[in-house]
Every structure is written in C-alpha cells, then in structure tokens.
C-alpha cells in the first residue's frame, strides 16, 4: 500500500540537474549559488536582505540574537507551534512566555499579547499557523507602542499575503517586522533539505546575521587592505550555521516552482471544500477576504460532540495508508516546558480546545486527484 503523508517535496529533474552542477564545480558550500538564492528569495518577498542558514530552528536562533534576547529577558509566542519557535528564544537564555491563540485561525491573538507584556519583553515571535497570515498590522501597532522587536516564524507561510490599506503584502517583506524566518524543510513549501532563511530591510541586522551563521567572524574590504588579506576578526559568538552551494542550488530551481506549487494546493483546498462544505461532523479553515494563505497545511476541526472518536478516525485513516497529522500538542504542556516554568494543561484554553479538534490531511502539490479522492472517501466513510 502506497503510503500518504500530510505533506511532502516536490524534486523534479530539473532541480536534480541543478544540484549535480553544483557538486561538479569547486564551490560546494560558500558558493555564488547562496547569494544568487538569498537574492531570489528577497526579491520574491520584497525585502531588501535575506540570509540562508542550515534550517529553520537555525534561522529563528539567529534573529534572536540578533535582536539581543538574553538572560532576563521575555519574548511573547504562541503555544500552537512547532518546539523550535520558543525552543530558539531558550537557546539565547531568554524566556519563552505564551499568548493564547484566536480559536477561529489559530493564531496568536493580540489582545492575549498585550496581557503578556511586562518590563522584560524584548521581542514578539507570531507565527503563521498553517500558512495563515497573523494580523501584523495590529501587532506591529503593539509592538511599537511598547518598543519590542518582532520577528514572524513564517516557516508555513512563504508565499502566503495579506492586505492592508487595500494593498497586498507580502509576508517576508518585513513590512510589519524587524525580520522574517523561513523554513526549507521538505514539508515545507520549498526544500533545500534541512535550510532556512532570514530577510530583513535593516542593513545591521543583516550584517549581524551574516556574521552569527559563520562564527562571529567580520571582514572588509578596509581591514584586508590595512592589515593583509588573510585578515579577519571574532567580534561576537557565533555558530556554523551556513547553508551548502549545493543545497540553494536546489532551492533556486524551487523558488521557480513556488507559485504553481500554491495553485496546485489550492485546487487540492476548492476539491476538499466541495466535498466537505454539508458534512456535520467538522470545521473547515476559512480563508478571510483579508488574506491569501499559502495553504501549508489543511486542518479540519471536529465539533466538540466528536472529539472523543478523534483517535480512532486517526487509526481508520493510517491504517488505509493516509497518515493524517496533528498540528500541535500545546508547546506549554509539554513535560520539559511543564517542568521548567510550572506551566499546566489549563493555562492557555483556547490552543488547548484547538488541539482536541483539529486534524491535519494530507496537502501537498504532487498528491494527485485519485489520492484526494481517497482521502475524502475515507474521511466521508467514517464520518
Ligand atoms: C518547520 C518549522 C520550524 C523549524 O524549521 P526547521 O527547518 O525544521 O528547523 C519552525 N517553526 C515552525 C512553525 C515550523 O513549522
């Protein structure tokens, strides 16, 4: 039985051949296939930086640095996350504090941000859950009102826009944020394997960046002059954090693909809604007028009378071979999160309420019309 994730890349010949290029040349990491991918993908988000690094989880650890989180310090996120988004603001020994979710698109609410703020928040961390765009122009609103930095985790969401003053904006473009990190894992929309990307439209938190993914290690062109070629300084702790030639290379020749690959989950959406729009047993996502979701993942939520035969529609469906997904177990309930800052089931009900209802099926461009078919007899079956 051929199996069916929730989500899954998409690698062609032609990305192969990209990639094979590159490993024939002598630039196999630290390349000119990395500025040509972060020029790309800042042009496609319209920003004026983008930095790649080894993943996601890197990219998220950098930009809070790079916004100076540390000991003492708070940073706002939402509970309805991946780990890696209040795991990267542990890293630089800030703390992670929550805010409850909007029940309707899962994302972080504002006014919860507001009740969360204290002398000690630096920073705000939305995400953008299931590729829904958060309501950035309130938070950026808070955000300035109180002097936090925000960094989006749109590690669902490149691609995804939403309008403002009836203008469509990019998320990516930092238009309501100091900067924006994406993921390139192969669930993701584009893949480079593991990767991840930063863009920002500020020069020194660029810069920063640039320096933090390579060591710590500056250079330029007056200090080789001056003091030699071979001329470099430390002058922060950094990481290796760098990207291959190789693996842009195949986020280059993806890039190229990315909006056909969002129309394809798009039409996968419009069969999932025709299907599904009478049942009486699930919620599907709405797609507000305000914004264009870049459809990462495709949820239905169970009406509170069904929850409790969640596991067993979970175990119907993998059992035929449709490996549905749940997105997520509550970051605050989790034991290690439990153990250190005394959080319990309880504390954030409207992520919680979220979790017991929701289900992710399978969205991904190359899952064909027979096997959404599939899925939806199968769920129509149970249901
Ligand atoms: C995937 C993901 C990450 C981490 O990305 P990696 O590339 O796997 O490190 C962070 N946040 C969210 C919301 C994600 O979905």
């Not at 020029?39 to 100076?68: D, E, I, M, Q």
């Not at 960094?151 to 473009?173: F, M, P, Q, R, T």
């Not at 930063?198 to 002059?225: A, D, W």
């Not at 993806?254 to 989950?265: D, P, Y």
Request: net charge positive.
């Amino acid at each position: 039985m051929k199996i069916i994730s929730y989500g899954k890349q998409s690698i062609d010949s032609s990305d192969i051949a990209e990639v094979v290029k590159v490993l024939k040349t002598d630039w196999i990491t630290q390349g000119p296939k990395i500025d040509e991918f972060e020029n790309a993908l800042a042009k496609y988000c319209g920003s004026k930086y983008a930095v790649c690094v080894s993943s996601g989880t890197a990219a998220l650890h950098l930009a809070c640095l790079a916004v100076r989180l540390g000991k003492g310090d708070e940073a706002i996120t939402t509970p309805m996350t991946f780990l890696a988004t209040p795991n990267s603001i542990l890293y630089t020994g800030a703390r992670p504090v929550f805010a409850d979710i909007n029940y309707e698109i899962a994302n972080i609410d504002p006014a919860e941000i507001k009740k969360k703020i204290t002398s000690k928040t630096k920073a705000i961390l939305p995400v953008h859950f299931a590729g829904f765009p958060c309501d950035m122009p309130e938070i950026y609103k808070i955000a300035k009102n109180n002097g936090l930095k925000i960094i989006e985790d749109a590690c669902h969401a490149l691609g995804a826009e939403y309008k403002h003053n009836s203008k469509w904006i990019k998320v990516g473009s930092c238009k309501h944020s100091d900067m924006t990190v994406f993921s390139f894992h192969p669930v993701k929309h584009i893949t480079t394997g593991e990767g991840g990307a930063v863009t920002t439209n500020n020069r020194k938190l660029y810069e920063k960046l640039c320096m933090l993914r390579t060591h710590g290690i500056y250079k330029n062109k007056k200090m080789s002059k001056e003091k030699g070629l071979w001329y470099y300084e430390m002058r922060a702790l950094g990481y290796n954090y760098r990207i291959t030639d190789f693996q842009c290379a195949l986020g280059l020749s993806q890039l190229k693909k990315l909006n056909n690959c969002i129309k394809r989950r798009r039409e996968i959406v419009n069969m999932y809604e025709k299907e599904f729009k009478n049942n009486k047993f699930f919620d599907l996502p709405v797609e507000k007028r305000y914004v264009r979701s870049s459809w990462h993942l495709y949820q239905i939520k169970l009406k509170y009378k069904y929850i409790n035969q969640k596991k067993e529609l979970f175990k119907k469906l993998h059992k035929h071979g449709i490996r549905a997904q749940v997105h997520y177990i509550p970051v605050h309930t989790q034991p290690y999160y439990r153990e250190r800052f005394n959080t319990k089931w309880g504390d954030y009900p409207v992520a919680e309420d979220y979790y017991h209802k929701c289900l992710t099926i399978p969205l991904f461009p190359s899952l064909s019309n027979a096997n959404v078919k599939k899925v939806i007899r199968e769920i129509n079956s149970y249901v």
